[in-house]
């Protein structure tokens, strides 16, 4: 056990050395830890908007070989927001789970460095409006999963006295969604819905400042999701209808900081 251990302590103390070793402009290997602080902002024209602040946690894991890195990398965010459309309904219950996995390559020159990557992203949100009721509506829940692929690119710029400027810039291809609503929820003679989305787009762009096992910035999100396509039949209150979930806009913008090791 003892032999266990100390052939342990020697590969953490190899893998720390190596990462000090690694010049700062390239993609740093091991894990990171962090949170966020951001403004939120959903709507769907016309119908109706839900806006608040929420609070995440960030976790990542990064592999590297040479100049290739391959990243896991997670994010939880939840946030009780208000909901604003036929009637207004305070704390809304709004969570966001979201993982990816990437690869990409490192081209490191004295002062600067380009990392470009791609790989496969997946997002889910749940809300729940089930407290809403006015004389014509009444609220219900949602799961919303998105499926898409990141295009990307790291720049990174030696500020000196071991300060780095890094910028992403990202392009989201989405593939598709699928949005399950569940009208139940409204009561007897109502059926839970299952739409599917085929276009929508979506972008990321982040300013941050790395030194050490440090790194901290600003970020934005945006999602441009059109309507879905119409699912026949759904029976509501006996009468058969077609539903679909309509255009809409997510747009979350805020602070994050990152402990590295």
């Not at 290997?29 to 109706?48: F, S």
């Not at 609070?55 to 040479?66: C, F, K, N, S, Y």
């Not at 290739?68 to 704390?91: E, I, M, V, W």
């Not at 990307?152 to 030696?158: K, L, M, S």
């Amino acid at each position: 056990m003892r032999i266990a251990w100390i052939a342990f302590l020697l590969a953490v103390a190899q893998i720390a050395t190596a990462q000090q070793a690694r010049d700062p402009l390239a993609t740093r290997p091991g894990w990171e830890l962090g949170g966020q602080l951001a403004r939120y902002d959903y709507r769907e024209p016309n119908v109706a908007e839900l806006r608040g602040e929420r609070l995440g946690a960030i976790a990542a894991w990064t592999a590297v070989d040479r100049v290739a890195f391959a990243k896991l990398d997670f994010r939880a965010s939840y946030g009780l927001l208000t909901y604003q459309g036929s009637g207004t309904l305070n704390d809304v219950p709004d969570l966001i789970l979201e993982t990816r996995a990437l690869v990409g390559i490192d081209f490191v020159g004295e002062s600067a460095s380009l990392s470009p990557y791609s790989g496969w992203g997946y997002r889910y949100l749940y809300d729940d409006l089930r407290g809403f009721t006015t004389t014509n509506a009444k609220g219900y829940r949602r799961y919303s999963n998105y499926y898409y692929i990141p295009i990307g690119v790291t720049a990174r710029f030696a500020l000196g006295g071991g300060w780095v400027l890094a910028p992403t810039l990202e392009k989201d291809f989405f593939m598709y969604g699928r949005q399950n609503t569940s009208l139940s929820d409204l009561g007897a003679g109502f059926q839970d819905v299952t739409n599917r989305q085929d276009t929508g787009r979506g972008h990321r762009v982040s300013l941050m400042f790395e030194r050490d096992e440090w790194a901290f910035g600003v970020w934005n999100n945006y999602w441009h999701i059109d309507d879905s396509h119409c699912v026949p039949p759904v029976v509501v209150n006996g009468a058969c209808q077609t539903t679909h979930e309509p255009e809409n806009y997510t747009r979350e913008y805020g602070l994050e900081v990152r402990y590295r090791f």
